[in-house]
């Protein structure tokens, strides 16, 4: 039953990665409408939502190969193929992400939010790089756990917006402000969890 849940959630998280990935790649190349706020930025503001958008999405639907216990198995060359392609994703949506914070709606507190994402993405990005070059698997996977965390932010960005704007019809700010922080610090909590809770696993394994 355990085993069923998990790869019940793991195939809903991979349809969500799928699902907001098509999403982002849909919004760079669509129509633009001068009517809709986010659309005229996206036409006038240059190359910097664009990369985002496409950067972010790729990172996105590149997460669950690369957290696939079977394809790293299968292929470690495939797998290092697939995190090296993520890392650059994140280099190019981390900083493309903190210029967007800067002009982001919602004054200081959404753009500090929206700044510390970005930075932390980037942090933790590089040291599951560092510890994954320098054969540090147990370090490797805890910090790729939290950047993964970070990376799927652009799923609950979009789950609190959709709640928050469409289901309850807030006004856009009382939903933005604290979507900016909420949508990757609960991601971290969640993360910082299950990392714990793997941890105190395998000490109760380890012979006294």
């Known amino acids: 039953m355990h085993t069923f849940i998990r790869y019940g959630l793991f195939a809903l998280f991979t349809v969500l990665c799928f699902g907001v990935a098509y999403y982002a790649f849909n919004l760079v190349h669509q129509p633009i409408n001068p009517f ?4 005229y930025k996206l036409a006038t503001e240059g190359l910097v939502i664009p990369v985002h958008l496409f950067t972010g999405g790729l990172a996105l639907a590149l997460v669950p ?20 392609t993520y890392v650059i994703c994140v280099l190019f949506g ?40 320098n054969g540090q ?50 991601n971290l909590l969640v993360c910082e969890i299950i990392i714990y809770r793997q941890k105190k696993k395998v000490m109760t394994l380890q012979p006294i």
Request: proline share 2%; hydrophobic share 55%; aromatic share 12%.
């Open 137 to 186: 698997i147990a370090l490797h996977k805890e910090w790729i756990y939290r950047s993964v965390a970070l990376t799927a932010a652009g799923i609950t960005l979009r789950i609190y917006l959709g709640i928050g704007l469409g289901l309850l019809q807030l006004p856009f700010l009382t939903v933005y402000l604290p979507t900016a922080w909420l949508c990757w610090t609960l």
């Open 65 to 84: 190969f690369q957290l696939s216990g079977k394809l790293r198995k299968r292929s470690k060359s495939a797998h290092r193929i697939i995190g090296l």
């Open 94 to 133: 981390g900083i493309s992400g903190l210029l967007m914070a800067i002009n982001a709606d919602g004054g200081w507190i959404a753009k500090t939010g929206f700044a510390c994402l970005a930075l932390l993405w980037l942090i933790t990005t590089a040291l599951a790089f560092y510890h994954a070059i």
């Open 36 to 39: 809709n706020k986010f659309q």
